[in-house]
Structures are given as C-alpha cells and as structure tokens.
C-alpha cells in the first residue's frame, strides 16, 4: 500500500501568488515525522520543512507552511509568494516509527511551474 | 551547517566495470547514512541503510553483492556497483542524518550510465 500519496502530478502558480501541494499519508504508528523535498532540476534534493506527529502547531519556514491535519492524515506544503525558482519537483515523505531505522517512505512527487 | 557532498557527480563505465561513489557529511557526523536510486521523473526509492561500523541493511529486491555498501566513519559511506550493467544506469542519491535529528540531508547525488 501507498504510505505517501500526491495526487497532482503537475502543478502550475503565477509568480506571486500562493500554492498548495497536496499530501495524504498512511500510518498506524503513533510517532513519525513527515518533511518536503525540494528537487530542481539539478536532482539535489533540498529539505524544506518537517512535522513530528506530536508536534501541535503546523510548521513553517520562511515562504514554507505545512498544514498539517492528523486526523485527515494530511500534511500540504503551502508556498506564498511564488517565485519562478520554485519550479522544480517537490516531494513528500515520511519517517515511521522508531524502528524503522528512520528511512523515509517518498510520495510521487508534483512538479511546480510557476509562471511570469 | 548539514551539508552532504557526493563523489563523482557523474560518472559513464563500460558495461562489467565497478563504480565506487562516496557519500559525506562534511559538517556533522552521521550515524546514519542511506541511499536511494532514483529513475528519470520517478520518486526516490531507498536502497539500504547504513549505520557506521555495521552492516548495511538492504531493502527487499536490492542485491547486497551488486550493491556494496561500506559506513566506515561518521562522516563516510560508499556505495560500490559491482560489475555494472545499463540497468544498472540511475541517478543514486545519499542522504545522512544525525542521532539527535529527524531530518534527513541529501548529497546532490550521481548520474551513472552504464554504457
């Protein structure tokens, strides 16, 4: 079964304007950690923004906001203020539990084009 | 601070040669380092986990004895593709933790062709 699922394959924003990259996770675990990888076409993949389930607020990071639903199982990345070098493949991912050695399940992936 | 490099960056071999990449953390010491194989516009797919002075752990479908994996020090991991095949041709890509973080920081990662 998927762990990490994104359902826009593409995405395209205008310069400026705000955006917001879905993610849906699967766990029964009670503890895990959920983050956004930024990768450009470059491939590096950039972190960008983490959440611990027990963490109460949603976490943010400059233009970066993850609104994180626990009991929709949802944690979207949020990016304000569009910039064209945001383009680039963003990816989701998740840490479950403690005993998986804390390897990270990868969602699909949206590529983001933001537009003039 | 948590930067990781990678070792080449890219790298083309004849079919049946051996490829040696190195994964390090240059600001930090990494008790966990891991790596992943990524095909073109395809997620990233972990391959094994390191933890320094041990053995790796491979994930299901991922040959140990094509994938060599060595953690010697905090601050190094190699991944040696034995005998190359063009399947084998991929972008591999590290990533190294800490023991008192949750985050995972990536190398920029090696495109290998395997001619």
């Known amino acids: 079964a998927q762990k990490i699922t994104q359902t826009q394959p593409g995405m395209f924003v205008q310069e400026k304007e705000a955006v917001t990259l879905d993610c849906t996770y699967d766990?029964?675990?009670?503890?895990?950690?959920l983050f956004w990888y930024k990768q450009p076409s470059s491939g590096e993949m950039i972190f960008l923004i983490y959440?611990?389930?027990?963490?109460?607020q949603n976490a943010t990071e400059g233009r970066y906001s993850l609104n994180f639903q626990k009991a929709r199982k949802s944690a979207n990345l949020v990016i304000s203020a569009s910039q064209l070098g945001d383009s680039a493949m963003y990816f989701c991912?998740?840490?479950?539990?403690?005993?998986?050695?804390?390897?990270?399940?990868f969602g699909k992936g949206t590529s983001l084009l933001v537009t003039p | 601070g948590a930067v990781v490099s990678q070792h080449p960056s890219r790298v083309i071999c004849k079919s049946g040669t051996s490829v040696k990449i190195e994964c390090r953390s240059l600001?930090?010491?990494?008790?966990?380092m891991f790596w992943y194989r990524q095909f073109p516009k395809k997620s990233l797919m972990l391959m094994a986990t390191s933890n320094e002075g041990s053995k790796a752990t491979y994930e299901q479908g991922v040959e140990k004895d094509k994938f060599l994996i060595n953690h010697a020090s905090l601050t190094l991991s190699t991944l040696t593709v034995t005998s190359a095949h063009p399947e084998d041709s991929s972008f591999y890509i590290c990533s190294a933790r800490t023991s008192t973080t949750d985050t995972q920081y990536f190398g920029p990662g090696t495109r290998l062709t395997v001619l």
């Open positions: 991912a998740m840490r479950e539990g403690w005993n998986s050695g804390y390897a990270l399940n």
């Open positions: 600001d930090f010491q990494a008790t966990t």
């Open positions: 766990t029964s675990d009670p503890s895990y950690g």
């Open positions: 959440q611990g389930s027990y963490d109460q």
